[in-house]
C-alpha cells in the first residue's frame, strides 16, 4: 500500500489520524503521519488492516442494500454524531466500528437508499 493508498483508506473510513495510529497502527500519530508522507513505508499488517476494514465495509453495505431491496417503502440509517452516542447504542462495539458505521451511513444517504436519523 502507497502512502497515497493509506491516506485514502483513512478519509474513506472516517478516521482522524489519532484515530488510526492508535486503533489500526498502534503507534503514535507522528508514526502515522510519516507513513502518509511516505517518509516510511506502510507496514504490511497496517495495509493488511485497512484492507479488511474496507471488506468489513463493503460486506454491511451489500447486507443493508439487500434488506433495502425487500422492504416496501421509505427506511432511515442511524447516524451517530459522537462516539458517546455510538457506544450507548452498541455497546459491544468500539470507535473503529462506530467510525465504519458513520462511513457506511453517509455512503447509503449519498446513494440515495437511506435516510439519515
Keep these: ?41 506502510v507496514p504490511e499488517f497496517v495495509a493488511n488492516a485497512m484492507n479488511e476494514l474496507k471488506r468489513q465495509r463493503n460486506d454491511k453495505i451489500n447486507i443493508i442494500i439487500n434488506g433495502i431491496n425487500d422492504r416496501v417503502g421509505s427506511s432511515s440509517i442511524r447516524y451517530f454524531m459522537t462516539y458517546e452516542e455510538f457506544h450507548k447504542m ?8 462506530w467510525r465504519l458505521h458513520q462511513s457506511i451511513a453517509t455512503e447509503l444517504y449519498f446513494r440515495g437508499l437511506e435516510k439519515l436519523c
Design 1 to 41: 500500500m502507497t502512502n497515497v493508498e493509506l491516506q485514502a483508506y483513512r478519509r474513506f473510513l472516517m478516521l482522524k489520524i489519532s484515530e488510526a495510529s492508535q486503533y489500526v497502527g498502534k503507534t503514535e500519530p507522528s508514526v502515522w503521519r510519516e507513513w502518509e508522507q511516505g517518509s516510511q513505508p
Design 90 to 97: 452498541n455497546p459491544n462495539l468500539d470507535l473503529i466500528q
